[in-house]
């Protein structure tokens, strides 16, 4: 009788506990697909910082990793879980995420950008792609054919949102932007800075149109393509970009913006950006791009700068 009863107590506590554990596997499942899946396209500087972050605050964030795909896959080995590797780009549809992040080069812009539209907003990390305007537009009407978002980030830009505001109210007059940085931590096609040399100071590399200046440093001039973004009224060939090699900025990056408006109206912004020598991207732009990302939930088929 009582071998019985611990019996019939055992099935039920073992029934209790398969219940339990099929609950908490539905809720788990139901959580995860209340997430929005990213997929990361490159595994640099940057996008291993987004795909770190993900993994360690994505739940808190409502963000999971959909895949991570690099040219070379053996980079992410150890950082990345085995499944999540994506070895074609063209097979990103088979992942099903929400948003593609592109943090590799303008090429991949180019040669994806419109596909990666037609099944996820995309955030497009080298917008220097986008003053290729026969690209800008390409990729403006695939946004809104598919009612998806192509959202462009600020990065060191400071001040975009109000850029963006003062152009749509038609009063937006002119906008100059100067990058200026350690000779080293430029990237630039041609010989423009192949004779640098220590303690040389101050020399500009170039000045004109975004437009010009974006095939001449497609890696450096980023935050002046989201300014012409931003400034659609002026545009790539309005927007005048300024770079300059200083071997005294060895700690930062500067991002100098001069904006006119109507009436006598201007504004002038100085950025000073942490960066170590040789290195592209500034610290504090990281952390931009991981705002950035947070923003990225849809906003209909538009170009939305975040």
């Known amino acids: 009788m009582f071998g019985k009863k611990k019996v019939g107590g055992g099935c039920c506590s073992a029934v209790a506990e398969v219940k339990r554990i099929l609950t908490e596997e539905f809720i788990v499942m139901a959580d995860t697909s209340k997430m929005m899946a990213v997929g990361i396209v490159g595994y640099g500087h940057l996008g291993q910082y987004l795909v770190e972050r993900i993994q360690r605050e994505g739940e808190a964030a409502g963000l999971r990793l959909a895949f991570v795909w690099n040219r070379n896959t053996e980079r992410l080995k150890g950082s990345v879980p085995e499944e999540l590797f994506l070895g074609q780009l063209s097979q990103f549809t088979e992942r099903g995420a929400d948003v593609i992040v592109e943090v590799c080069h303008p090429q991949i812009v ?4 419109a596909q990666f539209l ?5 955030m497009v990390g080298s917008p220097s792609a986008l003053s290729d305007p026969l690209l800008n537009k390409q990729l403006r009407q695939a946004a809104v054919h598919h009612g998806r978002t192509l959202y462009v ?3 060191a830009l400071w001040g975009g949102q109000d850029i963006q505001r003062l152009n749509d109210s038609g009063t ?3 906008l100059s932007i100067r990058m200026s940085k350690h000779p080293s ?5 041609g010989d423009l800075l192949s004779d640098w ?6 020399r500009v590399l170039f000045k004109g149109s975004v437009a010009e200046l974006c095939p001449l440093a497609p890696n450096n001039v980023n935050t002046m393509a989201a300014a012409a973004i931003a400034a659609d009224s002026l545009g790539f060939m309005g927007v005048t970009g300024e770079i300059v090699s200083d071997t005294a900025l060895s ?3 500067v991002v100098e913006v001069e904006v006119t408006g109507a009436n006598g109206f201007s504004v002038t912004t100085v ?8 290195a592209v991207t500034g610290t504090a732009t990281y952390n931009s791009f991981w705002s950035s990302l947070l923003v990225c939930k849809g906003h209909g088929g538009r170009v939305y700068l975040c």
């Open 110 to 113: 180019k040669d994806f950008g």
């Open 118 to 122: 037609s099944s996820a907003h995309f």
């Open 153 to 155: 980030p600020s990065g």
């Open 172 to 174: 937006l007059k002119a």
């Open 185 to 189: 931590c430029f990237r630039l096609s």
């Open 197 to 202: 040399k220590e303690g040389e100071g101050r």
């Open 251 to 253: 700690q930062y990056h």
């Open 271 to 278: 950025r000073r950006n942490p960066a170590q020598l040789g």
